[in-house]
């Protein structure tokens, strides 16, 4: 499966961004979608993630309330809305995949798949 990331851009403190995380080869259907990101400097980290066929979601402690992970079956893609954003928020983002009951949610290394990251630019 191939993941395309986009959406990202220059928004100032207090604005909004939808990312979006497009999938093909195949549907989604037994996995957990996740977006983390990673600031200059940095470990990537964890921002949210979604179980495809439950919906079931986990959110980072930093953006809970803030920034709402949903998918769209017919369109096979994930989004993540991110509202009141902070300067903080500014790093690269990266959707990734893997089977739902496969490794921990929170750790980028029990990702099997990725796609490129989207410039997430937040001034203040």
């Known amino acids: 499966v191939q993941l395309q990331a986009f959406g990202g851009g220059l928004v100032q403190t207090g604005g909004s961004l939808r990312l979006s995380c497009a999938a093909s080869?195949?549907?989604?259907?037994?996995?957990?979608v996740g977006w983390f990101r990673q600031a200059p400097g940095k470990e990537r980290e964890f921002v949210a993630a979604?179980?495809?066929?439950?919906?079931?979601?986990s959110y980072a402690t930093s953006v809970k309330g803030r920034f709402t992970i949903s998918r769209d079956n017919a369109e096979n893609t994930v989004y993540l809305q991110m509202n009141s954003l902070k300067p903080e928020d500014t790093a690269v983002y990266y959707c990734?995949?893997?089977?739902?009951?496969?490794?921990?949610?929170?750790?980028?290394?029990?990702?099997?798949?990725w796609g490129q990251g989207t410039q997430v630019t937040v001034s203040s």
């Open positions: 979604i179980t495809w066929s439950s919906r079931s979601t």
């Open positions: 080869g195949r549907t989604f259907h037994n996995d957990r």
């Open positions: 990734a995949g893997k089977l739902h009951y496969k490794g921990s949610t929170y750790l980028p290394t029990s990702y099997d798949y």
